[in-house]
């Protein structure tokens, strides 16, 4: 299976898991949306490091990569699309052009998944030659 078919896989699963914790603290506990997408930004995160560290980016024979920091910069990539962005998005869609609450997030989602492989591919999971 080849590298984006995975980081699709993977995409789909962090982004219902975020959507799904969205939901719950929008409908369920009644908070505010933009509490609801920082809520599905940490779900998604910690999703979305493990398959990005152990199946779609995998670290071929004599590669190296330090977790640590592939964990950072997996955070900081999604602290700046995932929050800043998308808050920034939702403010736009909700609050000007008057979306659904419920909906936007799928909207911005496809704005900004392309945007987090790249950043993914080419900074957070790079791997060096020994």
């Keep these: 299976m080849n ?47 493990g398959f990005n560290e152990f199946i779609v980016f995998k670290k071929k024979p004599g590669e190296t990569r330090n977790r640590w920091h592939a964990l950072m910069k997996n955070f900081m990539t999604y602290l700046s699309t995932g929050i800043f962005l998308k808050e920034f998005l939702m403010y736009l869609f909700v609050d000007k052009a008057h979306f659904s609450p419920t909906y936007a997030p799928i909207i911005i989602l496809i704005i900004i998944a392309p945007l987090n492989y790249l950043i993914a591919k080419l900074w957070a999971f790079k791997t060096h030659a020994n």
Aim: no cysteine; charged share 10%.
């Design 3 to 49: 590298e984006i078919v995975r980081y699709v896989i993977g995409g789909v699963t962090s982004s219902v898991g975020e959507y799904l914790s969205y939901l719950l603290a929008l409908k369920v506990l009644r908070f505010s949306p933009y509490i609801g997408v920082i809520i599905g930004f940490v779900v998604s995160t910690l999703i979305s490091f």
